[in-house]
């Protein structure tokens, strides 16, 4: 069911999105500090690293050329592949201990990225939206807090809810947003896994179906979610009902994007970073993009405006 993309294995996959103009694949390997692309036809064809100072959480295309990036410590504007990395907006956290981590731009152009407590020791982590439309000096807002380790971003084909997830506690927010005004409301639990069993462990990993990571929702407003430690992908309805779970030869599926001319091409990037040989041994494709073909079409992905 799943394909391998050739040459595409990292330590912590994240952030895929589909370049429609480029008909590339890009996405990020967090604690390899790199950003990736594809060149040439998925099968057969090479794929670039960027080097970057300090671990990427997130990040999206430009819609006047190259990436929005966020690094641990803030937020940075490339306007082309491997170029310089300006600074719109930094953040005032502890750099030791938090990072930026999953995001995504909304419809409008605005880039929101969450953070991650790495010492997991506090529920600090927020979400962050920055606005730099129309040339205007970039203006970074908290938008939501009171989640540990930021993931799960996505916001409905009608522009009128927003969906974020804290992975430890295995839980799914939904809020109804106006976007045009950028306020949010009526915030209430989308979906709450079950917890890991005690004494569970990924050399057995039957009885855990995983911790909601990163999310895309499709054009039917159906909610994708790679379920770390899972070895699954999760689809649930517009409601937060389950619909239909893809298992994935990997025990740590990280994000899922829609790509391909006609976006019915599902695209998840994995983990094998702090895994153990017996788990890697069983699921060799871990860190590696997976992908599949589904019934139904996903959105396209948003570009930043600045």
């Known amino acids: 069911m799943w394909q391998t993309l050739a040459n595409s294995q990292s330590e912590l996959g994240e952030s895929p999105f589909w370049h429609p103009d480029e008909r590339s694949l890009y996405w990020l390997d967090i604690p390899g500090r790199a950003v990736l692309r594809t060149r040439g036809e998925l099968a057969g064809g090479t794929v670039e690293r960027w ?14 050329g190259g990436l929005v990036i966020a690094l641990r410590d803030g937020i940075y504007r490339a306007r082309e592949w491997g170029g310089a990395l300006q ?3 930094r953040v005032a956290h502890d750099v030791r201990t938090m990072r930026f ?9 605005r880039l929101w990225a969450g953070t991650i407590n790495e010492a997991k020791d506090a529920a600090s982590a927020r979400l962050y939206c920055l606005d730099a439309r129309s040339g205007r000096e970039p203006r970074l807002e908290v938008m939501a807090e009171g989640a540990t380790t930021a993931n799960g971003l996505a916001f409905a084909p009608d522009a009128r809810s927003m969906y974020w997830a ?3 506690t295995h839980t799914v927010r939904a809020w109804n947003w106006e976007p045009q005004a950028n306020l949010l409301s009526n915030e209430r639990v989308f979906h709450r896994f079950a917890g890991k069993p005690e004494g ?4 057995r990993p039957e009885g855990y179906g995983g911790r909601p990571d990163g999310a895309s929702v499709d054009a039917q407003g159906r909610y994708w979610v790679a379920m770390y430690e899972g070895g699954q992908v999760l689809c649930l309805d517009a409601g937060g009902t389950p619909l239909q779970a893809l298992p994935v030869p990997a025990q740590c599926p990280t994000m899922p994007c829609f790509g391909g ?3 019915r091409t599902l695209f998840v990037t ?9 788990e890697l041994a069983r699921l060799p494709d871990s860190g590696s993009v ?13 570009f930043f405006d600045d």
């Open 87 to 89: 600074p719109m907006a």
């Open 261 to 263: 001319d006609d976006l």
């Open 270 to 278: 994995t983990g094998r970073h702090g895994r153990g040989s017996a």
């Open 200 to 203: 569970w462990s990924a050399d």
């Open 290 to 302: 997976l992908h599949t073909r589904v019934d139904s079409p996903g959105l396209p992905v948003n």
């Open 51 to 64: 080097l970057l100072p300090t671990e990427p959480g997130c990040m999206a295309p430009a819609r006047s």
């Open 101 to 109: 981590n999953d995001g995504k731009c909304d419809p409008l152009g």
């Open 166 to 168: 804290d992975t430890p």
